[in-house]
């Protein structure tokens, strides 16, 4: 009996879960849409829409250096730091 009552239960739950992900799914897709027909409304695209996109870029262009500064030269300096490790030791 138990065993039924644990197989219904995973079955109510896996079912839940796979609703739930498929109305996240559905309104991941149309959440662009929706904001594409709301800014092409004309004075909503004005006042919402282009601020957006303009703080985006400001984001964009002051975030981008940063990223590069603390995920790319690190890499940079450890493959830097391999290549004169290996010449030290095997070209000596």
């Known amino acids: 009996m138990f065993e039924l009552l644990f197989l219904f239960g995973l079955l109510f739950i896996g ?3 796979i609703v739930g992900l ?4 559905v309104a991941m897709v149309l959440l662009p849409v ?5 800014l092409t409304k004309g004075l909503a695209g004005l006042l919402i829409g282009v601020p957006l996109m ?6 964009l262009v002051g975030a981008f250096p940063v990223a590069v500064l603390f995920l790319v ?3 940079v300096l450890c ?4 290549g004169a ?8």
């Open 22 to 25: 498929l109305k996240f799914l």
């Open 15 to 17: 079912g839940f879960l």
């Open 54 to 59: 303009i703080l985006g870029f400001v984001v």
């Open 85 to 92: 490790l290996a010449k030290l030791l095997f070209f000596c």
């Open 79 to 82: 493959a830097v730091a391999i």
């Open 73 to 75: 030269f690190p890499i």
């Open 34 to 38: 929706k904001a594409a027909f709301w």
